[in-house]
């Protein structure tokens, strides 16, 4: 039987893996509802070191006596049950819990819990919704998978009424959460590692959706067939949005500026509930927008104010931000990893005024690597220059079957210039030695290819 977070309150809780992205946050969470934390992780990083300046030590590699005196013990799913940790507090009779199973149970506790899955863009309708909850006046506890200024990092306590987080389809880990409302932003292809086919993640979601209680809620991009189907047939309320007339909510007198960022109506069954202008751009911005007003719909909040916070909504941290301008060009991150995130990027990239759009990639994992091979291939067709960096294994083996070189001929046949930068040092003296005053580079990835961006604007002449 897992074990119950709430019975351990004011106890030592031991974060395994805790500089990841949802762990990291998890943790500062725990620490603001009065737990005492620590943590270990195999790589020092940002969020291990902003882990330690709020306070929680932070052990830098996996050991037996890190978990020693532990009231409970918290783990990712990439934390295997034959890791030092783990196997200690086995021996111990130290209660474990995973992840998703926490957040389950945080989100059993309110509501009005929204769990955003989707295959991509996740963190940047999740901050969205933040971000028009808390500025129409609602108290919200969040949980982001990325970082929002808005809320000073990924996590935040509120009050008892209203919990927002992301909900990741990998390795089924949303099937353990709790949700009220359930926003399935798009399925896609993806973690085919874990999932057999494309089938096979649309019966995930659901799954997903059959968690919502009959009273609660399911919200879906009704331009997607499998999106619309898993939410028509869920055993809850439906609403779905989007372009198509037979959507639910549709954006009227829909237009765009020079940059690409939207302004419309937004009409529910064709009554107009209140105008909005978007600060980010594309289409997906715009779709993602439509995810948020359905929930602040029902949630029956002031749209004049969620209007408002998504005018002011810059975006979250990693999602094309610009973390320079170096040598008179301007450099942006992007996490999109996969083939559809790494084109919204670059159709973004596209709309702002450039000389060459030089794209860098990092691929992330070898199964994705070689399960959507052809995709990627197709996928950079918008750059003038690509650079691909070695991939990151992250919780992988190098089977030896697939490697970042194999992709530069067949990218090269559809006319875009690929060229093999295996580390970060690669790309960066390559970028420096081609690039010009005006144009723009972006990178993208899910791993540390933002530590790129960081070199090169530590390295640079102008940093904004």
């Known amino acids: 039987m897992t074990a119950n977070i709430f019975d351990f309150a004011g106890k030592r809780v031991h974060f395994i893996g805790i500089g990841g992205?949802?762990?990291?946050?998890?943790?500062?969470?725990?620490?603001?509802?009065?737990?005492?934390?620590?943590?270990?992780?195999?790589?020092?990083?940002?969020?291990?070191?902003?882990?330690?300046?709020?306070?929680?030590?932070?052990?830098?590699?996996?050991?037996?006596?890190?978990?020693?005196?532990?009231?409970?013990?918290?783990y990712s799913a990439a934390i295997a049950p034959d890791n030092a940790e783990r196997a200690e507090a086995a021996r111990l009779g130290i209660p474990q819990i995973?992840?998703?199973?926490?957040?389950?149970?945080?989100?059993?506790?309110?509501?009005?819990?929204?769990?955003?899955s989707g295959t991509h863009g996740k963190t940047t309708t999740t901050s969205m919704l933040a971000q028009a909850f808390m500025q129409a006046g609602a108290d919200p506890t969040i949980h982001i998978g990325g970082e929002l200024d808005f809320i000073g990092g990924s996590t935040r306590v509120g009050g008892r009424h209203d919990f927002?987080?992301?909900?990741?389809?990998?390795?089924?880990?949303?099937?353990?959460?709790?949700?009220?409302?359930?926003i399935i932003l798009n399925i896609d292809e993806d973690h085919l590692d874990y999932y057999k086919d494309l089938n096979d993640i649309e019966a995930a979601f659901a799954k997903f959706a059959a968690l919502v209680p009959p009273d609660g809620w399911c919200i879906a991009w009704g331009d997607d067939p499998r999106a619309r189907r898993v939410c028509r047939n869920a055993a809850c309320h439906s609403?779905?949005?989007?372009?198509?007339?037979?959507?639910?909510?549709?954006?009227?007198?829909?237009?765009?500026?020079?940059?690409?960022?939207?302004?419309?109506?937004?009409?529910?069954?064709?009554?107009p509930i209140g105008s909005f202008r978007l600060n980010v751009p594309?289409?997906?911005?715009?779709?993602?927008?439509?995810?948020?007003?359905?929930?602040?719909h029902i949630r029956g909040l002031d749209m004049a104010k969620v209007a408002e916070a998504l005018?002011?909504?810059?975006?979250?941290?990693?999602?094309?931000?610009?973390?320079?301008?170096?040598?008179?060009?301007?450099?942006?991150?992007?996490?999109?990893h996969n083939p559809a995130e790494i084109r919204n990027a670059l159709k973004i990239a596209a709309l702002q005024p450039?000389?060459?759009?030089?794209?860098?990639?990092?691929?992330?994992?070898?199964?994705?690597?070689?399960?959507?091979?052809?995709?990627?291939?197709?996928?950079?067709?918008?750059a003038d220059r690509l650079l691909i960096t070695d991939i990151m294994g992250a919780r992988e083996v190098d089977p030896g079957d697939i490697k970042s070189e194999m992709l530069i001929g067949p990218i090269r046949?559809?006319?875009?210039?690929?060229?093999?930068?295996?580390?970060?040092?690669?790309?960066?003296?390559?970028?420096?030695?081609?690039?010009?005053?005006?144009?723009?580079?972006?990178?993208?990835?899910?791993?540390?290819?933002?530590?790129?961006?960081?070199?090169?604007?530590?390295?640079?002449?102008?940093?904004?």
Not at 31 to 36: E, K, S
Not at 105 to 116: I, S, T
Not at 355 to 376: A, C, E, N
Request: aromatic fraction near 8%; charge should be negative; glycine fraction near 10%.
């Open 98 to 116: 995973e992840r998703c199973d926490l957040i389950g149970q945080l989100m059993d506790n309110y509501p009005f819990a929204v769990g955003v």
């Open 354 to 382: 450039h000389g060459t759009l030089w794209s860098v990639w990092q691929p992330h994992t070898y199964s994705r690597t070689k399960t959507l091979f052809s995709q990627f291939v197709e996928t950079f067709d918008v």
């Open 164 to 182: 927002i987080c992301e909900a990741c389809e990998f390795n089924g880990s949303f099937l353990h959460f709790k949700p009220n409302i359930a």
């Open 413 to 464: 046949a559809r006319g875009v210039d690929a060229v093999l930068t295996p580390t970060f040092d690669d790309a960066e003296a390559y970028l420096r030695a081609h690039w010009q005053p005006g144009d723009l580079m972006i990178s993208h990835g899910c791993g540390n290819i933002d530590l790129l961006n960081e070199q090169i604007a530590l390295h640079g002449d102008t940093v904004r």
């Open 239 to 271: 609403m779905t949005y989007g372009i198509g007339e037979d959507n639910d909510l549709r954006p009227a007198d829909l237009t765009y500026d020079a940059h690409g960022c939207a302004a419309f109506t937004a009409a529910m069954n064709g009554a």
């Open 21 to 74: 992205s949802s762990m990291s946050g998890l943790a500062g969470m725990l620490q603001d509802m009065g737990y005492r934390v620590t943590g270990s992780d195999n790589t020092k990083s940002h969020k291990t070191e902003h882990l330690e300046e709020r306070g929680i030590p932070v052990h830098i590699g996996h050991e037996a006596e890190n978990v020693r005196d532990a009231d409970i013990i918290v």
């Open 282 to 296: 594309s289409e997906a911005n715009m779709l993602d927008a439509l995810a948020v007003i359905c929930a602040a």
């Open 311 to 336: 005018t002011g909504f810059v975006g979250a941290h990693r999602r094309f931000e610009l973390t320079s301008v170096t040598d008179g060009v301007k450099c942006y991150t992007d996490y999109g």
